[in-house]
């Protein structure tokens, strides 16, 4: 069984940054696509970031530019950094493990965090 914990979320003015973090536990981390997905109140759980395995990485247009995902395989972490942040980014971010197939859609996922909320105040 493989947990997440997702750590990083608060309040920050529009145009501040933010760094989410999100510790797996288990030893197959490193073989794992990840994801960020977000979802805000009254509407659907929406894709952010993915990255595969190997590193490669894709975000949903209205985060590019501004929100960069990596991981450190030694420390079993995945990491959202955002940047420029708008009132829009406002959300619960969840992190998600083990996707196949599109990476987008959450329900090529098999592990979820519990999320953290990231308020953006205008």
């Known amino acids: 069984q493989v947990q997440l914990v997702e750590s990083g979320g608060g309040l920050v003015q529009a145009g501040g940054s933010l760094r989410l973090s999100c510790a797996a536990s288990?030893?197959?981390?490193?073989?794992?696509?990840m994801g960020w997905f977000r979802q805000a109140p009254g509407k659907e759980r929406q894709f952010v970031a993915a990255?595969?395995?190997?590193?490669?990485?894709n975000y949903a247009d209205s985060v590019k530019g501004r929100f960069t995902i990596s991981r450190d395989y030694a420390k079993n972490t995945v990491y959202l950094q955002m940047t420029s942040l708008k009132p829009e980014d406002t959300a619960v971010y969840y992190c998600?493990?083990?996707?196949?197939?599109?990476?987008?859609?959450?329900?090529?996922?098999?592990?979820w965090g519990q999320g953290t909320q990231v308020t953006v105040s205008s």
């Open positions: 288990g030893r197959t981390f490193s073989s794992y696509s």
């Open positions: 998600a493990g083990r996707g196949g197939g599109s990476l987008t859609i959450a329900t090529t996922y098999m592990y």
């Open positions: 990255i595969w395995s190997g590193g490669s990485t």
